[in-house]
Protein backbone atom coordinates (compact mmCIF):
# COMPACT_ATOMS: atom_id res chain seq x y z
CA UNK A 1 0.00 0.00 0.00
CA UNK A 2 1.47 3.42 -0.90
CA UNK A 3 1.99 5.88 1.92
CA UNK A 4 1.06 9.35 1.46
CA UNK A 5 2.41 12.49 4.36
CA UNK A 6 0.24 15.99 4.83
CA UNK A 7 2.70 18.74 6.06
CA UNK A 8 0.97 20.74 8.15
CA UNK A 9 1.33 25.28 7.71
CA UNK A 10 3.84 24.49 10.90
CA UNK A 11 5.88 21.78 9.32
CA UNK A 12 4.52 18.90 11.62
CA UNK A 13 4.41 15.75 8.75
CA UNK A 14 1.91 13.03 9.18
CA UNK A 15 2.51 9.96 6.86
CA UNK A 16 0.05 7.40 6.69
CA UNK A 17 -1.14 4.48 4.54
CA UNK A 18 -3.66 5.37 1.49
CA UNK A 19 -5.32 2.39 -0.36
CA UNK A 20 -5.44 2.42 -3.92
CA UNK A 21 -8.78 3.11 -6.10
CA UNK A 22 -9.76 6.23 -3.39
CA UNK A 23 -8.28 9.81 -3.52
CA UNK A 24 -6.06 11.26 -1.16
CA UNK A 25 -8.93 13.96 0.50
CA UNK A 26 -10.67 10.54 1.35
CA UNK A 27 -7.47 9.32 2.86
CA UNK A 28 -6.70 12.68 4.71
CA UNK A 29 -10.54 12.90 5.98
CA UNK A 30 -10.38 9.42 7.30
CA UNK A 31 -7.45 9.79 9.32
CA UNK A 32 -8.66 13.25 10.75
CA UNK A 33 -5.77 15.31 8.63
CA UNK A 34 -6.36 19.12 10.18
CA UNK A 35 -6.89 22.28 7.31
CA UNK A 36 -8.67 19.18 4.91
CA UNK A 37 -11.89 20.38 5.09
CA UNK A 38 -13.89 18.68 2.36
CA UNK A 39 -17.48 19.66 2.98
CA UNK A 40 -18.33 18.10 -0.24
CA UNK A 41 -16.87 14.92 -0.13
CA UNK A 42 -15.15 15.06 -3.42
CA UNK A 43 -18.24 17.03 -6.15
CA UNK A 44 -15.50 19.28 -6.88
CA UNK A 45 -17.57 21.95 -5.24
CA UNK A 46 -15.72 23.42 -2.32
CA UNK A 47 -12.42 23.76 -3.07
CA UNK A 48 -12.11 22.91 0.59
CA UNK A 49 -9.55 19.87 -0.14
CA UNK A 50 -6.66 22.40 -1.71
CA UNK A 51 -3.37 20.99 -0.85
CA UNK A 52 0.37 22.28 -2.47
CA UNK A 53 1.94 19.27 -3.95
CA UNK A 54 5.71 19.11 -3.34
CA UNK A 55 8.19 19.64 -6.27
CA UNK A 56 8.43 16.61 -8.65
CA UNK A 57 4.83 15.45 -7.71
CA UNK A 58 3.00 17.41 -9.99
CA UNK A 59 4.31 16.46 -13.61
CA UNK A 60 3.43 12.88 -11.98
CA UNK A 61 -0.12 12.95 -11.16
CA UNK A 62 -3.10 13.33 -13.58
CA UNK A 63 -3.65 16.89 -15.19
CA UNK A 64 -6.10 18.69 -13.49
CA UNK A 65 -9.70 18.99 -15.63
CA UNK A 66 -10.97 22.39 -16.28
CA UNK A 67 -13.55 22.25 -12.97
CA UNK A 68 -10.60 21.82 -10.56
CA UNK A 69 -8.74 24.55 -12.33
CA UNK A 70 -11.66 26.92 -11.96
CA UNK A 71 -12.38 26.11 -8.30
CA UNK A 72 -8.45 26.63 -7.48
CA UNK A 73 -8.37 29.97 -9.49
CA UNK A 74 -10.11 31.81 -6.89
CA UNK A 75 -9.46 29.05 -3.53
CA UNK A 76 -7.23 30.92 -0.83
CA UNK A 77 -3.50 31.91 -2.11
CA UNK A 78 -3.23 29.57 -4.88
CA UNK A 79 0.06 28.44 -6.41
CA UNK A 80 1.16 26.46 -9.85
CA UNK A 81 1.56 23.55 -7.68
CA UNK A 82 -2.46 23.65 -6.12
CA UNK A 83 -3.89 21.01 -6.29
CA UNK A 84 -7.79 19.86 -5.20
CA UNK A 85 -6.61 16.11 -3.14
CA UNK A 86 -10.34 15.08 -4.26
CA UNK A 87 -9.25 15.15 -7.79
CA UNK A 88 -5.83 13.04 -6.99
CA UNK A 89 -6.67 9.60 -7.19
CA UNK A 90 -3.87 7.13 -5.46
CA UNK A 91 -1.96 4.61 -7.31
CA UNK A 92 0.81 2.73 -6.60
CA UNK A 93 3.09 5.33 -8.15
CA UNK A 94 2.06 7.61 -5.85
CA UNK A 95 4.12 5.82 -2.98
CA UNK A 96 5.99 8.70 -1.40
CA UNK A 97 3.47 11.92 -2.58
CA UNK A 98 4.10 14.71 -0.14
CA UNK A 99 1.70 17.65 -0.06
CA UNK A 100 1.31 20.60 2.52
CA UNK A 101 -2.11 21.71 3.33
CA UNK A 102 -2.66 25.70 3.06
CA UNK A 103 -3.14 27.80 5.98
CA UNK A 104 -6.79 28.34 5.13
CA UNK A 105 -9.29 26.41 3.05
CA UNK A 106 -11.80 28.30 0.53
CA UNK A 107 -11.55 31.44 -0.35
CA UNK B 1 -18.04 21.63 34.37
CA UNK B 2 -19.36 19.78 31.39
CA UNK B 3 -18.88 16.06 31.54
CA UNK B 4 -21.41 14.68 28.98
CA UNK B 5 -22.27 15.97 25.22
CA UNK B 6 -25.08 13.57 24.12
CA UNK B 7 -25.69 14.08 19.80
CA UNK B 8 -28.40 12.88 18.09
CA UNK B 9 -28.26 12.16 14.58
CA UNK B 10 -25.48 11.01 12.33
CA UNK B 11 -25.32 12.65 9.50
CA UNK B 12 -22.87 15.69 8.92
CA UNK B 13 -23.02 17.74 11.41
CA UNK B 14 -23.53 15.19 14.14
CA UNK B 15 -20.18 13.62 12.68
CA UNK B 16 -18.88 17.44 12.05
CA UNK B 17 -19.47 18.04 15.72
CA UNK B 18 -17.53 15.48 17.18
CA UNK B 19 -14.65 16.15 15.21
CA UNK B 20 -14.67 19.85 16.40
CA UNK B 21 -15.08 19.00 20.05
CA UNK B 22 -11.84 16.61 20.10
CA UNK B 23 -10.24 19.26 18.09
CA UNK B 24 -11.45 22.07 20.65
CA UNK B 25 -9.41 20.11 23.53
CA UNK B 26 -13.18 18.59 24.93
CA UNK B 27 -11.45 15.41 26.76
CA UNK B 28 -15.08 14.33 28.47
CA UNK B 29 -17.84 11.39 27.64
CA UNK B 30 -19.31 12.25 23.93
CA UNK B 31 -22.70 9.98 23.35
CA UNK B 32 -23.56 9.79 19.59
CA UNK B 33 -26.87 8.30 18.66
CA UNK B 34 -28.13 7.37 15.31
CA UNK B 35 -30.92 5.88 14.15
CA UNK B 36 -29.17 4.52 11.22
CA UNK B 37 -27.03 1.06 11.31
CA UNK B 38 -24.11 2.61 9.71
CA UNK B 39 -21.33 4.83 10.90
CA UNK B 40 -22.17 8.28 10.20
CA UNK B 41 -21.87 9.16 6.10
CA UNK B 42 -22.33 11.42 3.36
CA UNK B 43 -25.53 11.68 2.07
CA UNK B 44 -24.99 13.23 -1.79
CA UNK B 45 -23.81 10.57 -3.63
CA UNK B 46 -26.89 8.73 -2.64
CA UNK B 47 -28.90 10.21 -5.87
CA UNK B 48 -25.55 10.02 -8.10
CA UNK B 49 -22.78 7.60 -7.79
CA UNK B 50 -23.83 5.69 -5.06
CA UNK B 51 -27.38 5.02 -6.58
CA UNK B 52 -25.22 3.91 -9.92
CA UNK B 53 -23.48 1.47 -8.20
CA UNK B 54 -19.86 3.61 -9.09
CA UNK B 55 -19.02 4.26 -5.89
CA UNK B 56 -18.73 1.45 -3.16
CA UNK B 57 -20.40 1.36 0.12
CA UNK B 58 -16.99 1.54 2.21
CA UNK B 59 -16.42 4.93 0.74
CA UNK B 60 -19.70 6.79 2.06
CA UNK B 61 -18.25 6.93 5.98
CA UNK B 62 -16.74 10.24 6.88
CA UNK B 63 -14.69 8.00 9.34
CA UNK B 64 -13.92 4.85 9.86
CA UNK B 65 -14.19 2.99 13.07
CA UNK B 66 -11.02 3.38 14.26
CA UNK B 67 -11.44 7.36 14.42
CA UNK B 68 -14.50 7.00 17.05
CA UNK B 69 -12.38 4.26 18.77
CA UNK B 70 -9.66 6.52 18.73
CA UNK B 71 -11.67 9.31 20.16
CA UNK B 72 -13.67 7.65 22.95
CA UNK B 73 -16.60 8.30 21.15
CA UNK B 74 -19.69 6.47 22.25
CA UNK B 75 -21.36 5.09 19.00
CA UNK B 76 -25.27 4.05 19.54
CA UNK B 77 -25.91 3.35 15.98
CA UNK B 78 -29.14 2.09 14.73
CA UNK B 79 -30.92 2.95 18.09
CA UNK B 80 -33.87 5.89 18.20
CA UNK B 81 -34.22 8.68 20.80
CA UNK B 82 -37.54 8.38 21.94
CA UNK B 83 -38.28 10.62 24.53
CA UNK B 84 -36.33 14.20 25.71
CA UNK B 85 -36.90 15.74 29.26
CA UNK B 86 -35.03 18.70 29.48
CA UNK B 87 -36.04 19.62 32.75
CA UNK B 88 -33.94 16.40 33.91
CA UNK B 89 -31.69 16.71 31.20
CA UNK B 90 -32.24 13.31 29.74
CA UNK B 91 -32.91 11.19 26.53
CA UNK B 92 -34.79 7.83 26.55
CA UNK B 93 -33.54 5.35 23.85
CA UNK B 94 -35.21 3.17 21.74
CA UNK B 95 -33.17 0.58 23.41
CA UNK B 96 -34.22 1.03 26.89
CA UNK B 97 -31.01 2.84 27.85
CA UNK B 98 -31.41 6.41 29.71
CA UNK B 99 -28.68 9.30 28.84
CA UNK B 100 -28.33 12.11 30.57
CA UNK B 101 -26.27 14.84 29.52
CA UNK B 102 -24.67 17.88 30.59
CA UNK B 103 -25.09 19.15 26.71
CA UNK B 104 -26.95 18.27 24.12
CA UNK B 105 -26.67 18.78 20.55
CA UNK B 106 -29.95 17.72 18.24
CA UNK B 107 -28.95 17.02 14.28
CA UNK B 108 -31.95 15.33 13.19
CA UNK B 109 -31.62 16.49 9.90
CA UNK B 110 -35.11 16.37 7.47
CA UNK B 111 -37.09 13.78 6.43
CA UNK B 112 -38.72 13.32 3.22
CA UNK B 113 -42.22 15.15 2.80
CA UNK B 114 -44.83 11.84 2.07
CA UNK B 115 -47.36 11.73 -0.59
CA UNK B 116 -50.77 11.85 0.74
CA UNK B 117 -52.42 10.97 -2.62
CA UNK B 118 -54.72 7.63 -2.75
CA UNK B 119 -52.17 4.68 -3.52
CA UNK B 120 -49.40 6.58 -1.57
CA UNK B 121 -48.76 3.72 0.54
CA UNK B 122 -48.63 1.06 -1.80
CA UNK B 123 -45.56 -1.00 -1.52
CA UNK B 124 -42.98 0.04 -4.33
CA UNK B 125 -42.86 3.50 -3.74
CA UNK B 126 -39.68 5.16 -2.96
CA UNK B 127 -38.26 7.93 -1.27
CA UNK B 128 -34.62 8.61 -1.59
CA UNK B 129 -33.31 9.92 1.96
CA UNK B 130 -31.08 6.79 3.39
CA UNK B 131 -28.44 4.63 2.77
CA UNK B 132 -30.90 1.84 3.20
CA UNK B 133 -33.96 3.95 0.68
CA UNK B 134 -30.78 2.68 -2.08
CA UNK B 135 -30.87 -0.76 -2.54
CA UNK B 136 -34.84 -0.94 -2.82
CA UNK B 137 -34.54 1.61 -5.89
CA UNK B 138 -30.86 0.50 -7.58
CA UNK B 139 -32.96 -3.55 -7.89
CA UNK B 140 -35.45 -1.59 -10.03
CA UNK B 141 -33.33 0.55 -12.23
CA UNK B 142 -32.57 -2.18 -14.99
CA UNK B 143 -32.35 -1.21 -18.53
CA UNK B 144 -35.42 -0.65 -20.24
CA UNK B 145 -37.57 -0.15 -17.23
CA UNK B 146 -40.37 2.34 -16.80
CA UNK B 147 -39.04 4.90 -14.23
CA UNK B 148 -41.23 7.56 -12.93
CA UNK B 149 -40.05 9.93 -10.80
CA UNK B 150 -42.35 12.66 -8.87
CA UNK B 151 -41.02 15.86 -7.99
CA UNK B 152 -38.33 17.90 -10.39
CA UNK B 153 -36.31 19.57 -7.96
CA UNK B 154 -32.83 18.45 -7.26
CA UNK B 155 -33.57 14.72 -5.54
CA UNK B 156 -35.45 13.98 -8.69
CA UNK B 157 -33.57 14.91 -11.06
CA UNK B 158 -30.38 13.59 -10.16
CA UNK B 159 -32.03 10.33 -9.45
CA UNK B 160 -33.68 10.82 -13.20
CA UNK B 161 -29.62 11.42 -14.54
CA UNK B 162 -28.79 7.96 -13.05
CA UNK B 163 -31.29 6.31 -13.70
CA UNK B 164 -31.49 7.61 -17.54
CA UNK B 165 -27.70 6.71 -17.37
CA UNK B 166 -28.44 3.21 -15.97
CA UNK B 167 -30.24 2.87 -19.10
CA UNK B 168 -33.61 3.17 -17.93
CA UNK B 169 -36.75 4.41 -19.73
CA UNK B 170 -37.36 7.58 -17.61
CA UNK B 171 -40.46 10.05 -16.71
CA UNK B 172 -40.15 13.04 -14.29
CA UNK B 173 -43.89 14.19 -13.37
CA UNK B 174 -43.19 17.96 -12.07
CA UNK B 175 -46.17 20.03 -10.18
CA UNK B 176 -44.90 23.59 -11.25
CA UNK B 177 -44.27 24.85 -14.38
CA UNK B 178 -40.76 24.63 -14.86
CA UNK B 179 -37.99 22.41 -12.57
CA UNK B 180 -36.13 23.24 -9.62
CA UNK B 181 -38.28 26.43 -9.71
CA UNK B 182 -37.78 26.96 -6.21
CA UNK B 183 -34.01 27.15 -6.02
CA UNK B 184 -32.70 28.22 -9.45
CA UNK B 185 -33.68 31.25 -12.18
CA UNK B 186 -36.21 30.40 -15.16
CA UNK B 187 -33.37 30.44 -17.66
CA UNK B 188 -31.09 28.06 -15.34
CA UNK B 189 -34.59 25.54 -15.41
CA UNK B 190 -35.45 25.76 -18.95
CA UNK B 191 -31.33 24.85 -19.41
CA UNK B 192 -31.43 21.75 -17.18
CA UNK B 193 -34.76 20.83 -18.74
CA UNK B 194 -33.89 20.77 -22.22
CA UNK B 195 -30.64 18.81 -20.55
CA UNK B 196 -32.57 15.84 -19.23
CA UNK B 197 -34.69 16.00 -22.28
CA UNK B 198 -31.88 15.61 -25.00
CA UNK B 199 -30.70 12.74 -23.06
CA UNK B 200 -34.32 11.03 -23.60
CA UNK B 201 -36.35 12.55 -20.37
CA UNK B 202 -39.55 12.58 -20.64
CA UNK B 203 -40.25 15.57 -18.55
CA UNK B 204 -43.69 16.72 -18.11
CA UNK B 205 -44.20 19.92 -15.82
CA UNK B 206 -47.40 21.78 -14.91
CA UNK B 207 -49.07 18.24 -13.88
CA UNK B 208 -50.56 17.32 -10.37
CA UNK B 209 -50.39 13.69 -9.20
CA UNK B 210 -54.07 12.54 -7.66
CA UNK B 211 -53.13 8.37 -7.50
CA UNK B 212 -51.39 5.84 -7.64
CA UNK B 213 -52.46 2.32 -9.00
CA UNK B 214 -51.41 -0.91 -8.65
CA UNK B 215 -52.74 -4.80 -7.09
CA UNK B 216 -49.79 -5.83 -5.10
CA UNK B 217 -47.87 -3.03 -5.45
CA UNK B 218 -47.29 0.55 -7.53
CA UNK B 219 -47.80 0.29 -10.92
CA UNK B 220 -48.87 3.34 -12.22
CA UNK B 221 -49.24 6.91 -11.80
CA UNK B 222 -52.40 8.89 -12.94
CA UNK B 223 -52.19 12.76 -12.97
CA UNK B 224 -55.23 15.07 -12.80
CA UNK B 225 -55.42 15.83 -16.24
CA UNK B 226 -56.54 11.89 -16.73
CA UNK B 227 -52.58 11.03 -18.09
CA UNK B 228 -51.46 7.54 -17.20
CA UNK B 229 -47.79 6.89 -16.63
CA UNK B 230 -46.96 3.02 -16.10
CA UNK B 231 -44.05 2.41 -13.54
CA UNK B 232 -41.89 -0.39 -13.21
CA UNK B 233 -40.11 1.73 -10.59
CA UNK B 234 -41.43 4.69 -8.57
CA UNK B 235 -39.20 7.15 -6.82
CA UNK B 236 -40.69 10.51 -5.07
CA UNK B 237 -38.46 13.79 -4.26
CA UNK B 238 -41.45 16.32 -3.37
CA UNK B 239 -39.22 18.00 -0.97
CA UNK B 240 -38.17 17.42 3.19
CA UNK B 241 -39.23 18.95 6.11
CA UNK B 242 -37.51 19.09 9.49
CA UNK B 243 -37.23 16.41 11.68
CA UNK B 244 -38.14 17.80 14.84
CA UNK B 245 -40.65 15.70 16.53
CA UNK B 246 -38.56 14.83 19.39
CA UNK B 247 -37.50 18.76 20.04
CA UNK B 248 -41.12 19.78 19.48
CA UNK B 249 -42.47 17.01 21.74
CA UNK B 250 -40.01 18.35 24.85
CA UNK B 251 -41.65 21.53 24.43
CA UNK B 252 -38.76 23.19 22.98
CA UNK B 253 -39.25 26.26 20.79
CA UNK B 254 -39.93 24.97 16.59
CA UNK B 255 -41.51 26.80 13.88
CA UNK B 256 -40.22 25.57 10.41
CA UNK B 257 -37.39 23.56 11.92
CA UNK B 258 -36.25 23.71 15.60
CA UNK B 259 -36.11 27.38 16.40
CA UNK B 260 -32.09 28.20 17.53
CA UNK B 261 -30.27 31.78 17.61
CA UNK B 262 -26.94 32.54 16.22
CA UNK B 263 -25.07 30.55 18.62
CA UNK B 264 -27.22 27.07 17.92
CA UNK B 265 -28.94 27.46 20.96
CA UNK B 266 -32.59 26.17 21.04
CA UNK B 267 -35.09 27.93 23.69
CA UNK B 268 -33.00 25.74 26.35
CA UNK B 269 -30.25 26.55 27.30
CA UNK B 270 -28.31 23.35 27.97
CA UNK B 271 -29.47 21.92 24.23
CA UNK B 272 -28.54 23.02 20.83
CA UNK B 273 -29.02 22.03 17.22
CA UNK B 274 -27.27 22.35 14.06
CA UNK B 275 -28.01 20.95 10.15
CA UNK B 276 -31.39 20.65 8.35
CA UNK B 277 -33.30 20.49 11.56
CA UNK B 278 -32.82 24.19 12.13
CA UNK B 279 -34.83 27.15 11.77
CA UNK B 280 -31.86 29.94 12.39
CA UNK B 281 -31.33 33.86 11.89
CA UNK B 282 -29.16 34.67 8.63
CA UNK B 283 -27.30 37.74 9.44
CA UNK B 284 -25.95 38.18 6.43
CA UNK B 285 -29.48 38.19 5.01
CA UNK B 286 -31.70 39.65 8.02
CA UNK B 287 -34.47 36.25 7.53
CA UNK B 288 -34.39 33.16 9.28
CA UNK B 289 -33.96 30.29 7.31
CA UNK B 290 -34.15 26.15 7.08
CA UNK B 291 -31.37 24.73 5.04
CA UNK B 292 -30.77 21.70 3.40
CA UNK B 293 -27.01 22.40 2.72
CA UNK B 294 -23.90 20.32 3.52
CA UNK B 295 -22.43 23.05 4.33
CA UNK B 296 -24.90 24.63 6.80
CA UNK B 297 -24.89 21.27 8.37
CA UNK B 298 -20.88 21.53 8.38
CA UNK B 299 -20.27 24.52 9.64
CA UNK B 300 -23.31 24.98 12.06
CA UNK B 301 -22.08 22.03 14.01
CA UNK B 302 -18.74 23.22 14.26
CA UNK B 303 -20.26 26.65 15.80
CA UNK B 304 -22.44 24.69 18.17
CA UNK B 305 -19.60 22.25 19.46
CA UNK B 306 -17.69 25.55 20.10
CA UNK B 307 -20.79 27.36 21.71
CA UNK B 308 -22.06 24.34 23.84
CA UNK B 309 -18.67 24.28 25.24
CA UNK B 310 -18.92 27.98 26.66
CA UNK B 311 -16.63 29.48 23.18
CA UNK B 312 -18.74 31.90 21.68
CA UNK B 313 -19.10 30.88 18.00
CA UNK B 314 -21.69 33.10 16.22
CA UNK B 315 -23.01 30.75 12.72
CA UNK B 316 -23.34 33.38 9.98
CA UNK B 317 -22.50 31.69 6.42
CA UNK B 318 -23.19 32.57 2.94
CA UNK B 319 -24.83 29.09 1.88
CA UNK B 320 -23.98 26.96 -1.09
CA UNK B 321 -25.11 23.91 -2.92
CA UNK B 322 -24.21 22.16 -5.65
CA UNK B 323 -26.16 19.64 -7.76
CA UNK B 324 -24.80 17.54 -10.54
CA UNK B 325 -26.96 16.25 -13.52
CA UNK B 326 -25.68 14.21 -16.56
CA UNK B 327 -22.14 16.36 -17.15
CA UNK B 328 -23.34 19.44 -15.39
CA UNK B 329 -22.86 20.40 -12.65
CA UNK B 330 -24.74 23.41 -11.04
CA UNK B 331 -23.21 25.49 -8.29
CA UNK B 332 -25.26 27.76 -5.82
CA UNK B 333 -23.97 30.29 -3.51
CA UNK B 334 -26.31 33.36 -1.37
CA UNK B 335 -29.62 33.06 -1.28
CA UNK B 336 -31.41 35.08 -3.88
CA UNK B 337 -34.50 35.87 -1.91
CA UNK B 338 -35.44 39.65 -2.17
CA UNK B 339 -33.45 40.68 -5.36
CA UNK B 340 -34.43 43.44 -7.30
CA UNK B 341 -31.87 42.99 -10.07
CA UNK B 342 -31.03 39.42 -12.12
CA UNK B 343 -28.46 39.74 -14.62
CA UNK B 344 -27.18 36.59 -16.98
CA UNK B 345 -23.47 36.03 -17.62
CA UNK B 346 -23.03 34.26 -20.91
CA UNK B 347 -25.21 31.95 -23.26
CA UNK B 348 -26.37 28.93 -22.12
CA UNK B 349 -26.26 27.66 -25.46
CA UNK B 350 -22.43 27.44 -24.67
CA UNK B 351 -23.25 24.85 -21.37
CA UNK B 352 -21.39 27.61 -19.34
CA UNK B 353 -23.54 30.73 -17.67
CA UNK B 354 -24.27 32.21 -14.61
CA UNK B 355 -27.13 34.17 -13.35
CA UNK B 356 -26.34 36.76 -10.84
CA UNK B 357 -29.16 38.16 -8.37
CA UNK B 358 -29.06 41.61 -6.83
CA UNK B 359 -30.43 43.78 -3.89
CA UNK B 360 -30.04 47.42 -3.92
CA UNK B 361 -27.03 47.01 -5.92
CA UNK B 362 -25.48 44.60 -3.65
CA UNK B 363 -24.35 40.68 -4.96
CA UNK B 364 -26.99 38.66 -3.02
CA UNK B 365 -26.39 34.89 -5.01
CA UNK B 366 -25.48 33.51 -8.04
CA UNK B 367 -25.87 30.46 -9.47
CA UNK B 368 -23.21 28.90 -11.97
CA UNK B 369 -23.98 26.27 -14.90
CA UNK B 370 -20.46 24.53 -15.22
CA UNK B 371 -18.82 27.48 -14.26
CA UNK B 372 -16.69 27.42 -11.17
CA UNK B 373 -14.43 30.54 -11.79
CA UNK B 374 -17.84 32.75 -11.59
CA UNK B 375 -18.51 30.91 -8.29
CA UNK B 376 -15.32 30.66 -6.72
CA UNK B 377 -15.37 34.36 -7.43
CA UNK B 378 -19.29 34.81 -5.85
CA UNK B 379 -18.36 33.16 -3.18
CA UNK B 380 -15.90 36.10 -2.19
CA UNK B 381 -17.95 38.98 -3.67
CA UNK B 382 -21.12 38.13 -1.52
CA UNK B 383 -19.15 37.41 2.10
CA UNK B 384 -17.97 40.62 1.22
CA UNK B 385 -21.07 41.99 0.55
CA UNK B 386 -19.29 43.65 -3.01
CA UNK B 387 -21.23 45.78 -4.79
CA UNK B 388 -20.36 44.74 -8.67
CA UNK B 389 -21.20 46.98 -11.39
CA UNK B 390 -23.93 45.29 -13.46
CA UNK B 391 -22.87 46.21 -16.89
CA UNK B 392 -19.47 44.44 -16.17
CA UNK B 393 -21.16 41.61 -14.49
CA UNK B 394 -23.09 41.03 -17.95
CA UNK B 395 -20.09 41.04 -19.73
CA UNK B 396 -18.39 37.65 -19.91
CA UNK B 397 -15.39 38.46 -21.01
CA UNK B 398 -14.69 40.44 -17.98
CA UNK B 399 -13.78 38.08 -15.12
CA UNK B 400 -16.52 37.69 -12.17
CA UNK B 401 -13.42 39.08 -9.84
CA UNK B 402 -13.00 42.19 -11.50
CA UNK B 403 -16.50 43.15 -11.74
CA UNK B 404 -16.46 45.68 -9.07
Given at each position: ?????????????????????????????Q???????????????????????????????????????????????????????????????????????P????? | ???????????????????T????????R???V?E????????P???????????????????????????????????????????????????????????L????????????????????????????????????L?P???????????????????????????????????????????????????????????????????????????????????????????????????????????????????????????????????????????????????????????????????????????H?R????????F?????????????????T???????????????????????????P???????????????????????????M????
Open positions: MPRVVFVQPDGVRREVAAPVGITLMEVARHGIGGVVAQCGGACACAACHVYVEPDWPERLEPPEDMELGMLETAWEPRANSRLSCQIHLTQDLDGLTVTVGKQGN | MISTVLIIGGGQAGAQAIDLRREGFEGIVLSERELPYQRPLSKKFLAGELAADRLPFRHQSFYDEHRIELKLGVRATRLEPAARRVALSNGEEVVYDRLLCLGAISRQLTCPGSELPGVHYLRGISDVPGIREGKGARTVIIGGGYIGLETAATARKMGCAVTVLEMADRVMNRVVASNVSEYFAREHRTQGIKLICNTRVVRLDGAARVERVVCADGSIHEADTLVVGVGAVANMGLAAEAGLGCENGIVVDEYCRTTDSAIYAAGDCTYHPSLRYDMRVRLESVDNAFEQAKAAAQNLLGRPTVDVPWFWSDQDNKLLIVGLSQGHDQQVRGDPATRSFTVCYLKGGELLAVEAVNHKDYMAARKLIAERARPDPDKLADPSIAKDSV
